[in-house]
């Protein structure tokens, strides 16, 4: 597969670190013509209300909502605010993938960010992975097709709808592959190695 990483705002390149790991090529998806180079999308983190921007600026939401009906996508941080169906902010214009509702910044400012445990339940196998929030948000609603694969504090915090993934945390920073191979690669096996990976 050839993947797109949305490259208007975020830590795009860590994302191309993962993929590469994976053996799979990528490109830094900048204008909407591009997603017909690709068959994934990657929606990185970022700012939701500066990204809702950009977005609109390059007429993005119609092509990525078309992109989303036969193509995968994965979402972190504010890449799952995106892909959210309803957020708490009047700026942030999201795209409707996920049946989640998302209340944005709601684990704390930037001074906030953590890293913690969680256990990740995918494709009937479980591990526990290191997970870094940065000014994260929090899903307030889950539709009934929505699988949660992770909660933290008894609250879910990475879903799965059909064949896209969305998270509240950042696994390109703890070089945490198991999301992006389930996405793209077709292999939601959690490898034992990617337990053991922290900041």
Do not use: W
Not at 69 to 98: R, Y
Not at 162 to 179: K, M, V
């Amino acid at each position: 597969m050839n993947i797109g990483i949305l490259a208007l705002q975020g830590d795009v390149e860590k994302h191309g670190h993962v993929l590469s790991d994976l053996g799979l090529e990528y490109i830094f998806v900048r204008y909407p013509d591009e997603l017909n180079e690709v068959n994934g999308l990657i929606i990185p983190g970022g700012e939701s209300t500066t990204l809702t921007k950009l977005m609109n600026k390059s007429h993005f939401h119609k092509p990525i909502k078309k992109f989303a009906e036969k193509n995968p996508i994965l979402g972190t941080c504010a890449g799952m605010i995106m892909m959210s169906k309803n957020v708490n902010h009047p700026l942030v214009d999201p795209l409707g993938i996920i049946d989640v509702d998302v209340d944005r910044n709601a684990y704390g400012r930037q001074v906030h960010s953590f890293v913690d445990k969680l256990s990740v339940r995918l494709n009937g196998d479980s591990k526990t992975i290191a997970a870094t929030f940065i000014r994260a948000p929090k899903i307030t609603k889950i539709g009934k097709n929505v699988e949660i694969l992770a909660e933290f504090n008894n609250e879910p915090c990475a879903v799965k709808q059909g064949q896209h993934i969305a998270l509240s945390f950042h696994p390109e920073l703890n070089n945490i592959t198991l999301f992006h191979k389930a996405v793209f690669c077709n292999k939601g096996s959690i490898n034992k190695q990617e337990s053991s990976h922290a900041a």
